[in-house]
């Protein structure tokens, strides 16, 4: 956190809306946000777990709509400018096995808070890379087999480091991108233009 001074972090258990409310009450000012929190359980749809769907959409999506409505409300009092970024993914336009459909409910919360939010002058937009190799994306594709089944769908033949979805998140909070709201920016290596 030295190179980010004025940084400041929180814990909170998402899934849980009144710790959330608690733990942010006292947050800010914040002008910019990136929803990152997720969670994955890659069941297939005939074993969906209700656990696993509540826990998917407590996290991956009512999380971002309560940290958001937070951050925007604040926004909106000072009236300040502001910018969030969700974290999507290129499972949430692709039907992929075994794959949550949180991401493509966050694709169109993000369209609908852009619009609802412009107004206001906050700016939403989402960044949906592949696979990302975070510990919970080496987890999830660790077995070779699996892992070149989705390389041989990307044309450029890799799977995204952490730095391609950080500097596409970055461009995105920055003034640079200031006419772009509403959109959901690839990070895929190509994977959707097959």
């Not at 710790?19 to 005939?46: K, R, S």
């Not at 999830?140 to 769908?153: E, G, I, N, T, V």
């Amino acid at each position: 956190y030295t190179q980010c001074p004025g940084v400041e972090t929180v814990c909170v258990d998402l899934a849980d809306w009144e710790a959330t409310e608690q733990a942010l009450g006292g947050v800010g000012p914040v002008d910019l946000l990136v929803n990152n929190a997720a969670v994955a359980f890659l069941q297939p749809f005939l074993e969906v777990t209700k656990e696993a769907y509540d826990m998917s959409f407590n996290v991956n999506l009512r999380a971002v709509i309560q940290v958001s409505q937070i951050v925007a409300r604040g926004l909106i009092a000072r009236g300040a400018p502001g910018v969030i970024v969700n974290v999507s993914s290129q499972a949430s336009q692709r039907g992929l096995t075994g794959q949550c459909s949180t991401k493509g409910a966050l694709d169109i919360l993000t369209k609908v808070m852009a619009v609802e939010l412009g107004p206001h002058k906050i700016r939403v937009n989402a960044v949906n890379p592949t696979v990302v190799m975070t510990p919970m994306g080496q987890a999830a594709w660790s077995d070779p087999q699996k892992a070149k089944a989705m390389l041989d769908r990307i044309p450029l033949g890799r799977f995204a480091e952490v730095e391609n979805v950080v500097d596409t998140i970055l461009f995105l909070l920055s003034d640079r991108s200031s006419m772009i709201t509403g959109s959901t920016v690839l990070v895929d290596g190509g994977f959707l233009a097959t």
